[in-house]
């Protein structure tokens, strides 16, 4: 029992100082980057590290609860597959972003949402079964839905095909968050207790995992980084924060009530930028990387903010059907 507490407690602290990490390393990965480059032939199989440690969080009672609320599962996911690829093509217009950093906003935009809306809904006290049901069904969808929008909004500027991006969510997305689910029940049925010490420090490798990640793109992008503007900033905060707006805006114009329309925030504007980077890397450049790497810091940022802020309007502690225990991208 003391071994599961220290394990839960190194999880507990590994993740709630996320964000502390990143900006840690992010730093040292500009004044040192051939410290972290070594990084980049990994970064696919880090992601599915943390896809499959949300795989480990899912259980059929949450694919249940889709056949429930069909409805708000439906309007939310709708809402992140539209509005944030037509938020960041906008922005990308607008703002006159360059091609490949460009394209790294719609890749976010175009990403399934995050695990880290999960826990952000838990701490807003919104509705975390439907949030984790939202990001299930976007998740699934994600091999169709995410080259379908990057070849639409991005077309003539990439030679990558539907069919190669398809193929690599699946195997990064989908087939670990399978995995895990799988795992999951076998635990479950014959090693509960070693699934209780999974759920424990899956939060603290997930969280080391995505660290990686945004250190290794950063390494990768010093001069991409060092040349940006504000615009570029000042792009990621508009993009997330209208996503954030919009999705709760969304969830109140459908007549949800107050924490379903939190989780619909929460859904529509923190995205799974670490596939976005995955994708960036593999099949464009580290310029196109910039973009997702700084947005899984700034969402890490705004979420809590938000949460915190709906904690505010109600009082202290948070509340909800279940805590998730994975958050990362």
């Known amino acids: 029992m003391t071994v599961q507490r220290s394990?839960?407690?190194?999880?507990?602290?590994?993740?709630?100082y996320f964000v502390v990490w990143v900006l840690i390393v992010s730093p040292l990965a500009l004044y040192s980057p051939e410290t972290f480059t070594w990084i980049e032939p990994?970064?696919?199989?880090?992601?599915?590290?943390i896809m499959l440690g949300m795989g480990l969080t899912l259980t059929p009672d949450d694919f249940r609860r889709i056949l429930e609320r069909p409805r708000d599962v439906f309007i939310g996911a709708l809402g992140q597959w539209l509005l944030m690829p037509t938020i960041a093509y906008v922005l990308v217009a607008v703002l006159g972003l360059p091609a490949e950093i460009g394209l790294?906003?719609?890749?976010?935009?175009?990403?399934?949402?995050?695990?880290?809306?999960?826990?952000?809904?838990?701490l807003g006290?919104?509705?975390?079964?439907?949030?984790?049901?939202?990001?299930?069904?976007?998740?699934?969808?994600?091999?169709?839905v995410m080259p379908a929008w990057i070849v639409l909004l991005a077309g003539e500027s990439i030679t990558v095909t539907f069919a190669a991006m398809a193929t690599s969510i699946v195997q990064v997305v989908l087939l670990p968050v399978v995995a895990g689910l799988v795992l999951r029940h076998l635990l479950?049925?014959?090693?509960?207790?070693?699934?209780?010490?999974g759920l424990s420090i899956f939060p603290a490798i997930s969280v080391i995992a995505i660290v990686a990640i945004v250190a290794a793109v950063v390494g990768l992008s010093v001069e991409t980084i060092l040349?940006?503007?504000?615009?570029?900033?000042?792009?990621?905060?508009?993009?997330?924060?209208l996503g954030l707006g919009t999705g709760y805006a969304v969830g109140h114009a459908t007549n949800m009530t107050e924490d379903r329309a939190r989780a619909c925030a929460f859904e529509v504007g923190l995205q799974n930028s670490g596939l976005a980077v995955a994708l960036a890397t593999t099949y464009f450049s580290p310029s196109?990387?910039?973009?997702?790497?700084?947005?899984?810091?700034?969402?890490?940022?705004s979420g809590p903010a938000l949460a915190t802020l709906f904690t505010r309007l109600d009082g202290d502690a948070p509340s909800g059907d279940a805590e998730p225990t994975v958050a990362s991208d």
Request: no cysteine.
């Open 125 to 144: 006290r919104g509705d975390v079964a439907l949030s984790v049901s939202i990001t299930s069904v976007t998740t699934i969808a994600a091999p169709l």
């Open 288 to 301: 196109a990387a910039l973009i997702p790497a700084l947005f899984s810091v700034w969402h890490n940022v």
């Open 188 to 197: 479950d049925a014959y090693a509960p207790a070693v699934a209780q010490a």
């Open 7 to 16: 394990v839960e407690r190194i999880g507990a602290v590994t993740s709630k």
């Open 104 to 122: 790294g906003l719609i890749l976010v935009g175009a990403a399934p949402g995050g695990t880290a809306s999960n826990v952000m809904t838990y």
């Open 42 to 49: 990994y970064i696919t199989p880090l992601l599915g590290i």
């Open 227 to 241: 040349g940006a503007s504000a615009l570029v900033f000042f792009a990621v905060v508009v993009h997330n924060g």
